[in-house]
């Protein structure tokens, strides 16, 4: 199940991001090129990137690509960071529960008025879904997190540590010896 998650996960982030770099492209070719243009890309490239952000946002929580603010957080032993991890889990699932309730109510309403995209002949609903589909991969990325840290296979999220990772680059370009 997990394994399906991760590819569906991937597939649609790669899929957007292909998709609307090609849009784009092809639409600023049209305009500046040729003084014509596509009327609906603007619109269609707006959604495919809400898409694609609330998706990346799942994503990022598995690959640990988020940028961490925990020097508060490290300065606490193992057990102290796991009991602020579960709690930041937590506050962040009641979160994507009121996002998830909201984006029902909300999407119920425009199902029920009727309303289309102004340039696309796609019901708003099904265009602004990805709210749901977003917070739900987001809620199980973070209850897996949950998961690990209750287990104790985490204490923490994962972070992108930048400053480590351009430490390590400049080691290595010494190694080589580039002039720095």
């Given at each position: ?47 495919m ?24 957080v490290?300065?606490?032993p193992?057990?102290g ?27 119920a ?29 987001l ?6 997190l949950?998961w ?13 540590n ?15 010896g580039?002039?720095?």
């Open positions: 199940m997990l394994r399906l998650l991760n590819k569906t996960e991937e597939a649609v982030i790669c899929l957007l991001l292909v998709s609307t770099t090609l849009l784009v492209f092809v639409d600023v070719v049209m305009r500046f090129g040729f003084n014509t243009g596509f009327m609906w890309s603007q619109e269609l490239t707006l959604h990137s809400a898409w694609f952000v609330l998706f990346g946002t799942s994503y990022g929580i598995k690959a640990g690509s988020h940028i961490g603010v925990d020097a508060f490290k300065l606490f193992r057990g960071r796991r009991i602020l991890t579960m709690i930041a889990c937590v506050l962040s699932l009641t979160y994507c529960g009121l996002i998830l309730y909201g984006s029902w109510i909300y999407l309403k425009v199902k029920k008025i009727g309303i289309d995209l102004e340039d696309l002949p796609i019901p708003a609903w099904v265009a602004h879904g990805m709210l749901i589909f977003g917070f739900v991969f809620s199980i990325r973070i209850f897996l949950l690990d840290v209750i287990t104790g296979d985490s204490d923490g999220f994962r972070h992108a930048e400053a480590k990772d351009s430490m390590e680059i400049v080691e290595e370009l010494k190694r080589e580039a002039e720095i």
